[in-house]
């Protein structure tokens, strides 16, 4: 765990095992925490790294024009900072973006790519729900109360409700470093500004992409189209399981990343 300065910022970073190194790249408003239930499972196997992306958690938070590309360079400078010249690569939603961005432009530093709750951006992803909108504008009145509302489409079925616990770990996370509003807008911005649909053709890592069938945010058909987009690439779909796919069902998430990058 530490921080290294990788150009105009400070990027907070954890590694966890030994092996081949395997980077998770989170989501918007999401910092490394979010991957409590990958680290244990997969750093027995990986040389596993987590960090903050810029605008949230303990990175710098800069109040300037954010986009995928610096999130992609963020990356590349974050691993050749601390020597890992390749790795393997998994991004989620928002870091899903980021992933296919670093694979584009760093094809010689991605060794696989796994492609989670996301799209390829643009005019011609399927959008977010009119539904989803209608929940997450009417937000709430504290932080606390608009993390509610967001998990509560984020979740596939019955979760919220089975694993309260977990829910209520993920609401202290978030509101015991609040991530500011405007660095929020500027991660968001970022990701409503991507488009890569006429060029995620030229991805040459293997490529696994992943969603979950009832996901609210990102419609898996999303993960269909992009599948189709990346020559080769793979398509698994998890039943009745939302955006948050990979912490629901995280043992059958586990064991398929594991069967992919072995």
């Known amino acids: 765990m530490g921080k290294v300065h990788v150009g105009d910022i400070d990027i907070h970073y954890e590694i966890h095992g030994s092996g081949e190194p395997l980077v998770l790249i989170e989501g918007l408003g999401y910092a490394a925490w979010m991957w409590f239930k990958q680290v244990p499972e997969l750093s027995k196997h990986f040389q596993v790294i987590i960090f903050d992306n810029r605008g949230v958690g303990n990175t710098d938070k800069p109040d300037m024009e954010y986009s995928i590309k610096m999130f992609a360079e ?7 900072a601390l020597g890992i010249p390749r790795a393997y690569i998994l991004g989620v939603s928002m870091g899903g973006f ?53 998990l509560s489409v984020a979740v596939g079925g019955n979760y919220l409700q089975k694993k309260a616990d977990e829910m209520e770990m993920i609401i202290g996370w978030r509101l015991a470093n609040i991530q500011p509003r405007y660095a929020y807008m500027r991660q968001f911005h970022a990701g409503a500004g991507f488009d890569a649909e006429e060029r995620v053709g030229r ?26 987009k990346i020559a080769g690439a793979r398509l698994e779909l998890f039943p009745g399981a939302g955006h948050l796919f990979f912490i629901e069902k995280a043992a059958e998430f586990n064991r398929k990343v594991l069967d992919f990058l072995r």
């Open 98 to 150: 980021i992933a296919q961005e670093f694979a584009l432009a760093y094809p010689e530093m991605a060794k696989k790519l796994i492609l989670c709750s996301t799209s390829f951006g643009g005019p011609h992803m399927i959008p977010i729900p009119e539904r989803t909108l209608q929940i997450m504008a009417q937000g709430g009145r504290t932080p606390e109360e608009t993390f509610r509302v967001g």
């Open 74 to 80: 963020d990356t590349a400078g974050l691993l050749k």
């Open 203 to 228: 991805i040459t890592a293997p490529t696994l992409v992943m969603a979950g069938e009832d996901d609210q945010v990102v419609p898996a058909e999303n993960a269909r189209l992009l599948t189709a």
